[in-house]
């Protein structure tokens, strides 16, 4: 059983992903309370708010009024339902799984659900095109987990883009094919800010972009791995629209809108072409503007003056920027969005003057008075955001027709390379290259989590495996939780394995970083060992870039002074037999760093 229900702030059912068993389950209870009239009745949503608005109902109380939400519940059977919120929208995920493993999951699907929609979660105004991506989407990711392809399982599970290893002759070829399409893309249909992504059996290529262009995060790569393979049983071509992350470290950073425009190409090649739209600094401040009015609902609600005026301050900040960017980017408004434009000023401005009035004398009918015309304000704040976007010059029938166009040439171009990197991909890296120079190495996953990207040998389906899935899921989730507690290195023995995990820091030239704040003691006081004012223990942020880009947020915490993007994290699990020695595991795992990056080459990984 499987399943995620979306409630919005008044309890209603947004969105629902229900599997089949998880129906058959909920419709039985649904009928023995009669709630359904006959067995085998379609479950509508006043069903599922009828059955769950109990549960719904104490989770927000919990969370509005005393900050002490629910994370999970644990049933009978290995039944478990874990929580989340995202915008005053309310995350319940079922299944019959780990409450870790669920809870990443959740995760994973409120962060597709930001991807799919941007700020204006499950707005009307997206349609059931939306809806229908982001069940994609989900689907997709999850069912990853849980084939039997090992190879696709790994990638899924360390939440990095497999990197295809090809001769420099052949990247450079490729390269130099990519830049072409983006210098024609600029040509013709006038794009400043544009990517080009070339993936062949789910492993990356190449990826190419624009100066203007915003960089891709590395879970923006891993999004647009499962949206190829979402769509992959869907027509050679594909055009759709998403709102990227984009690096963290960038102000415009966040919800970047984007067109996707996907082409299946000769041998298990997909190419996708990015084009971003939109002006940057107003969808930014419009998306901030969302988080920070949550804050402030959540606030009034527990009731918590001194908190108030701080994020008060912070939205009018947000308000201000985005009726500074309106003024100057969108100087010729339409007439839909100039009547948005001039509500939401109205709205603003009577909202200020309330707060303005509380500020001075705190009187809780004032608050009562804001707290009535907070809805009307989101609204009008969602109108703005999916109208803004609407204005831009998005690419046009034509353009994209230029797209499909575009693709075919470079189709064309790598034609005599596509069987070669068909191949290829089905066999990427071998062990068997590496047991001479580093005896006893059974399995090794190297990835750059500064760029999302992974290198790791070809776990093969149909062929006797030395180390069973189950070891190297394990090893997985036991480092997390070491490094959730400040542990940078790991090793340990089992009876027939030596386990080895190590994470470090690098500046831009490759050297070393080294790390002076005390991440034990951090963690300890701030993670596991936090507790709030109300004794509940908040739980530490999961290690991964999906729910959100831990490793980013690790380096900026350990090197505070340098400015983002100037250190790259690294993490490397090696697997050797049981009677390798601690000493030796470590050199292997030096020497095998330097024979990866001689292989792959500077700045390709």
């Known amino acids: 059983m499987n ?3 979306v409630f919005n702030s008044a309890n209603d059912v947004a969105y629902q992903n229900l599997n089949g068993p998880l129906t058959e389950k909920i419709c039985s209870i649904a009928t023995a309370q009669g709630l359904l009239s006959t067995p085998g009745a379609p479950l509508d949503s006043n069903v599922l708010l009828q059955i769950f608005s109990p549960i719904i109902s104490s989770q927000r109380i919990m969370h509005c009024q005393f900050d002490n939400a629910y994370a999970s519940f644990q049933c009978e059977n290995g039944f478990n339902l874990t929580f989340g919120e995202l915008l005053g929208f309310t995350f319940l995920k079922i299944g019959q799984v780990e409450i870790e493993q669920l809870m990443r999951q959740l995760a994973v699907a409120m962060t597709l659900t930001r991807y799919c929609y941007g700020a204006n979660l499950f707005g009307s105004q997206a349609g059931a095109m939306q809806q229908e991506l982001l069940t994609q989407c989900i689907n997709c990711y999850e069912s990853q987990l849980w084939q039997e392809d090992q190879q696709e399982q790994q990638a899924y599970l360390l939440e990095a883009l497999p990197k295809l290893l090809i001769n420099t002759e052949l990247k450079r070829t490729v390269h130099v094919t990519l830049d072409a399409l983006l210098e024609q893309l600029r040509q013709t249909g006038g794009q400043q800010r544009t990517h080009a992504l070339l993936l062949v059996s789910n492993k990356l290529v190449a990826l190419n972009s624009t100066r203007q262009a915003l960089p891709l995060a590395p879970a923006d790569l ?19 629209a998403v709102f990227l992350q984009g690096v963290t470290h960038d102000v415009n950073s966040g919800c970047v ?3 996707v425009h996907l082409s299946r190409l000769h041998g298990h090649q997909v190419l996708l072409q990015l084009i971003e739209y939109g002006h940057m600094p107003l969808t930014s401040s419009i998306y901030d503007t969302f988080f920070v009015l949550q804050k402030i609902v959540a606030v009034q609600q527990q009731g918590d003056a001194d908190a108030l005026k701080p994020a008060y301050e912070s939205l009018e900040s947000f308000v201000s920027q985005t009726l500074t960017a309106l003024k100057r980017h969108l100087k010729q408004k339409h007439e839909d969005l100039e009547s948005c434009v001039k509500k939401f000023t109205a709205r603003w401005e009577n909202l200020r003057k309330m707060y303005v009035e509380f500020f001075k004398s705190y009187e809780r009918e004032l608050l009562v008075r804001i707290e009535s015309n907070l809805p009307a304000f989101v609204e009008e704040l969602k109108q703005l955001f999916t109208l803004s976007l609407a204005s831009c010059d998005i690419a046009s029938n034509q353009q994209l027709d230029q797209l499909a166009e575009s693709a075919s040439v470079v189709e064309a171009k790598l034609l005599e390379f596509a069987e070669f990197l068909a191949v290829k991909a089905a066999r990427n890296i071998s062990i068997d290259a590496y047991l001479e120079d580093f005896p006893g190495l059974v399995h090794f ?4 989590r500064s760029s999302g990207q992974m290198l790791a040998p070809d776990l093969r389906q149909g062929q006797p495996q030395l180390l069973p899935k189950s070891k190297l899921w394990h090893m997985v989730e036991f480092t997390r939780n070491y490094l959730k507690k400040g542990q940078t290195t790991v090793m340990w023995k089992d009876r027939t394995f030596h386990y080895s995990y190590f994470l470090w820091f690098e500046d831009l030239s490759g050297s070393i970083l080294k790390c002076s704040f005390d991440l034990q003691q951090h963690f300890l006081s701030t993670g596991f060992g936090n507790v709030n004012g109300n004794g509940a223990h908040k739980s530490p942020p999961e290690p991964g870039c999906l729910p959100m880009d831990y490793y980013s947020e690790l380096a900026e915490l350990c090197f505070p002074k340098l400015a983002g993007g ?7 699990y090696c697997i050797h037999l049981g009677l390798v020695t601690a000493t030796c595991a470590v050199e292997h795992a030096r020497r095998l760093v330097a024979t990866i990056s001689d292989v792959v080459g500077e700045g390709t990984f």
């Open 445 to 448: 996953m190297y990835i750059n």
């Open 257 to 259: 809108p984007c067109i």
């Open 566 to 572: 100037k250190v790259r994290v690294y993490e490397l």
């Open 3 to 5: 399943g995620l229900i």
């Open 222 to 240: 891993l999004f647009l791995a499962i949206l190829s393979r979402a769509l992959q049983s869907q027509r050679s071509q594909r055009a759709v």
